[in-house]
């Protein structure tokens, strides 16, 4: 089955740590792309990349930093500088063949204490 | 910059009939997005439109007018499952932008029986 994945569901880390999100899709898709939720908020993004070896900053890249070396990998790494680090991410990816349609992974929830 | 608005939150009675605002204000367009999202979830695709006019799917319909940077999102024969978030997005279409989406910050639908 083609699909995003993203793991795992739950992470908690303490404060100070840095903690990488993974994001894996078998789409083929030339895009990816990370965003952050907030209760009651919309998708903010953080990062996305179009093609393997080249990634742009989004809306809220500051403490965030992301890698792109494989077609269907764009891991997400949340460091320390983060200020406020607890909250939903979602993966996802699209491709101009269907539209830019973006298709998510289910999320990760990181809780920091 | 970019500015998507659309209520924060609507409710309903099961049976009946929603229609959720979306306007939008972007320096480049290239369609817009619909999708639902049930708390906690991934987001998931409901309709797309890049022309002006009416596009229908089973239940859900959606409009758009360019000139007026406006759509909506059309639920008919509401049922106790349709209580979500529903996004409205906008893609970009501008160079190296192309592809992104830029999302409001969602319609929280709640049904009663």
């Known amino acids: 089955d083609g699909g995003i994945t993203q793991s795992p569901k739950y992470l908690f880390r303490k404060e100070g740590q840095n903690v990488t999100l993974s994001c894996e899709q078998n789409?083929?898709?030339?895009?990816m792309y990370w965003y952050r939720q907030d209760p009651g908020q919309g998708l903010r993004l953080i990062y996305y990349?179009?093609?393997?070896?080249?990634?742009q900053k989004g809306d809220i890249a500051e403490g965030y930093s992301v890698s792109r070396e494989k077609k269907e990998s764009f891991p997400l790494t949340v460091t320390s500088a983060q200020k406020n680090p607890t909250a939903f991410y979602l993966c996802?990816?699209?491709?101009?063949?269907?539209?830019?349609?973006?298709?998510f992974g289910p999320g990760t929830r990181l809780t920091v204490t | 910059g970019q500015n998507i608005d659309q209520p924060t939150e609507m409710t309903a009675t099961e049976g009946a009939i929603v229609q959720i605002n979306c306007t939008y204000q972007t320096s480049g367009f290239n369609g817009l997005f619909w999708y639902q999202q049930h708390a906690g979830e991934a987001p998931t695709f409901l309709s797309y439109?890049?022309?002006?006019g009416l596009e229908e799917k089973g239940r859900f319909s959606s409009f758009l007018s360019r000139s007026k940077g406006y759509s909506y999102l059309l639920l008919k024969e509401l049922q106790m499952k349709d209580s979500a978030s529903y996004l409205c997005a906008v893609l970009a279409d501008r160079g190296s932008t192309l592809g992104r989406l830029y999302f409001g910050r969602g319609t929280q639908l709640t049904v009663w029986p």
């Open positions: 990349s179009q093609i393997v070896n080249d990634f």
């Open positions: 789409l083929n898709h030339d895009a």
């Open positions: 996802a990816s699209s491709t101009p063949g269907l539209g830019y349609e973006q298709y």
């Open positions: 439109n890049v022309l002006d």
